[in-house]
Structure formats: C-alpha cells, structure tokens
C-alpha cells in the first residue's frame, strides 16, 4: 500500500499545502481581469464578504469531511452513507481533478515558454500586435506548447513520487514562501510606477454604483474558484490532518493567506496597467498578451517579466500537486497500488488528455462537442458544472444527512477546542451556504440571462 495515510509532519506543512492547493492561477490570472471587468473596488468588497460566508465555510466543510474519513474524497461519502446519489459525490471530485489538469497542465506549461522567452530576450522590441500575434501562434503550434505540458506533468509527478511529507509537504514549504516573496517585489515595483495612484484608486476605492446582481455573482463564483472547492482536494488534504489540528483556524488561514495572493496580484498589475494608459477590462488576455507588453516597456522589463511568470508557475505547479494527489490517493487505495505505480497511472492519463486539449487549440480545433474544442470543453464542465455541483452536494449532505453531534465534535476537536460559532457554522452549512452555492451554478450555466 502506499503511504497515503501519512500525516503531515507540521503545521507549518499543512497551512503550505493547503494555501498551494488553493492558490493558483485562479488567483493571479482570474481575479485581476474578473475585478477588472466588475468595477474594481466594488468586486473586491463583494468578493471579501463572499470569502467570508461562502467560502471559509464551504472550505471548513471538506476539512471536517476528509479528517473524519481519513480516506480519499470517493470513498469518504460511501464511508459516511450508502445513499444512492451522496454516496457517488467523491467520484464525481475525482474525475473533475482529471478533467482540470488536463486543460490546467497546458496553461500551466505557457508559463514556461514565457519564462524562456524572457531570458531569451523574444520579448522586446515588439508592438502589442506583435504580442497578439505570437500568443495566437504559440498557443496553435502543434510542438513547443506540448513540450512545456509534459515537463509540466513530469515535475508534478516527481513531487508526488515524494509522498505526503517527502514530496507534497517539502515543495509547499519552499514554492509558497517564493511565491509571496516575488510578489510582494513585484507589487513593490509595480506601486511606484507612474501611474500607480490610479490603479489602486480602481482597485481600492468603490464606486457603489457599479455593484449589480451580476458583480455580486461574478464575486461568488470567484470566491468559489479561487479557494478550488468542489474538486475534493481539501477532502484529501484534510485526510492526513491530525487529530490536534484546528479545523476553522486553519480553514480561516487558508483562506485569508489565498485572498491576500488575490490582492497583491491586483497591486501587481492595475498600476501597471493604468500606467500604460490600458483598459483594465481587458478579460483573459491580460496576463499572456497585455502584461509581457507592459514589461517590454520597462526598465529591466525581461527581469520582471521571468520573475513574474515564475510566479505563476509556482502557483500552477502547487495546484496540480493537490489535483494530482486526490486522484492518486483514490487510485492507490481503491485499487490497492503502491503510491509509484498509482502516480504513474494518474501522470500517464494526464499526459494524455494534457496532449489533446493542447492539440484541440491548433489541429485538433474542428474537433468540437456542443461548439467547444476540448480545451474549451473541460473548462466548461468542471468550472461551471461538476465544481460547483460537487460543493452543493457536500454542503446538503453534511447539513442535512450527517449528524449535527458529529460536525461539532469533529470542528471543536471532541470539546477541546472552544470555538463560539460552531453552531451558527452548522446553521450556514444547513441553509445559507448550498443557497449561494446554488446561485452560482445557476448563474454559471447561464441561466439568469
């Protein structure tokens, strides 16, 4: 058997882990041009009161649901129940981790090519039509964006070959203290540019005016994506939790540490976007396409711009760790593999879906299912489908199936802990939080338009 059942070794550890988990592209890429396109500062406030009520409890909720299980996310329901429909909820976590990293693995691999193409000094002297123009060609070519994807899933894979502590635990513990080290220089340069003023005034001062029904959900569904619930990765993760650890201290911490990466990478890019006279509604585009345009204009603009797609490589690296271990743990122990052979199997199924998702932006494009191409597909369907669906589940099953007693012993560490809104943590999980959860599929599928 494999070591799956490993504890981490500290608390150190587990904050890490779980802060990698959960920051990731999503954080750095998503929420700049997701703020940028709902008005800045009022995004931002709905989005912290979104944190606050739909996201640490919904986080609290598959920590309490993986540490009492000890066992990964598909089993942990059918431990729990053997309801027809809540018994089968940790699969459908699984399969949306292996649909994730098949389209996550090959914008995780862009990463790398821009790095390359900062040191290699590709970046400058072009215009921003130029910028365009190399990112659509890039992203179609058949060869070099396959050949970052797959260094991408063999570096998750050695990680993981580490195990728990040796693998999982040791990256977390030195990826994220870089991680928020280059972003705070980073934020620091970007603040005394030119037009720093303006971009933190974007950012920081609300016009309330700009807050709609669709800013408000467009916030939740941010919230929502950022902290990766739904996939069962903290199911997972809180299975190697001691029994001593503090369940709404450390979901709190998560949280708040995964926020503050939002933030700065807000810092980082608005003063540098209203700096060069650029709208910040610039949507998906603005990190691959309108920010290397920024750093080509910069004093040591191919430093900033290695350090700056560094950093998103590490963010993107430390969320495929945990996808990656949800559907290796559920391979290792339901299938009774050693934790090699169970990462092999998962890295192997990666390469392969990573390589046509990869494909299905250039050759494979005319391949398409309900008008997407296959990269396109599996965004769909996960972000907009099983994620959220996978969380309203989790949050009516413990809320309504599960014995009240036993959420409270396990969050209060069987009365060892005093924690004064334990129960009002079982009221939002019961009512409030699989409302707003549902609200946000709603609005994902698109149905309120």
């Known amino acids: 058997m494999s070591d799956s059942r490993t504890q981490f070794k500290s608390k150190f550890g587990i904050i890490m882990a779980s802060v990698g988990s959960a920051v990731g592209l999503g954080n750095i890429w998503r929420f700049p041009y997701e703020a940028g396109q709902n008005g800045g500062a009022a995004f931002l406030i709905i989005y912290i009161v979104c944190v606050l009520v739909l996201g640490i409890p919904t986080l609290m909720a598959e920590m309490t649901m993986g540490r009492m299980t000890q066992t990964n996310s598909a089993r942990a329901f059918r431990k729990m129940t053997q309801s027809p ?231 993107s690296i430390t969320s495929l760790i945990s996808l990656h271990q949800v559907v290796t743990a559920y391979v290792a122990e339901e299938f009774k593999l050693s934790n090699r052979k169970a990462a092999l199997v998962v890295s192997c199924t990666i390469a392969v879906l990573a390589v046509l998702c990869s494909l299905s932006l250039g050759v494979l494009n005319d391949i398409r299912v309900g008008g997407l191409c296959m990269f396109d597909l599996m965004d769909y369907v996960t972000a907009k489908i099983m994620m959220p669906l996978g969380s309203l589940l989790l949050c009516l099953f413990l809320g309504w199936k599960v014995e009240k007693s036993k959420i409270l012993n396990e969050i209060t560490n069987y009365g060892t802990l005093r924690w004064r809104l334990a129960k009002t943590f079982v009221v939002m999980l019961k009512y409030v939080v699989p409302i707003l959860v549902a609200l946000v599929f709603i609005n994902e599928l698109g149905l309120f338009e």
């Open 85 to 315: 429909v809540f018994s089968k909820v940790g699969y459908l976590g699984v399969l949306a981790c292996v649909l994730i990293m098949g389209f996550y693995t090959v914008v995780a691999g862009w990463t790398f090519e821009y790095m390359w193409e900062a040191v290699s000094g590709t970046m400058t002297d072009l215009s921003a039509e130029q910028f365009t123009a190399n990112f659509n060609s890039f992203v179609v070519s058949p060869f070099r964006p396959l050949f970052w994807t797959i260094l991408m899933v063999v570096l998750t894979h050695l990680i993981i070959l580490g195990g728990v502590q040796k693998g999982i635990e040791r990256a977390a513990k030195w990826m994220m203290p870089m991680l928020f080290l280059l972003l705070v220089v980073l934020c620091v340069y970007s603040v005394m540019l030119p037009g720093a003023s303006a971009g933190l005034e974007f950012l920081f001062k609300p016009d309330f005016s700009k807050i709609t029904s669709e800013v408000v959900l467009s916030a939740m569904g941010q919230a929502f994506f950022s902290l990766s619930l739904g996939a069962g990765v903290m199911i997972t993760y809180a299975s190697y939790f001691d029994n001593d650890v503090n369940i709404p201290r450390t979901a709190t911490t998560v949280a708040l540490l995964d926020t503050s990466v939002a933030f700065l990478a807000g810092i980082l890019i608005f003063p540098a976007v209203f700096t060069f006279g650029i709208e910040p509604t610039q949507g998906p585009n603005l990190v691959f396409v309108t920010l290397p345009n920024i750093f080509a204009q910069l004093p040591m603009g191919s430093v900033l711009a290695f350090a700056f797609f560094l950093l998103l490589a590490l963010a």
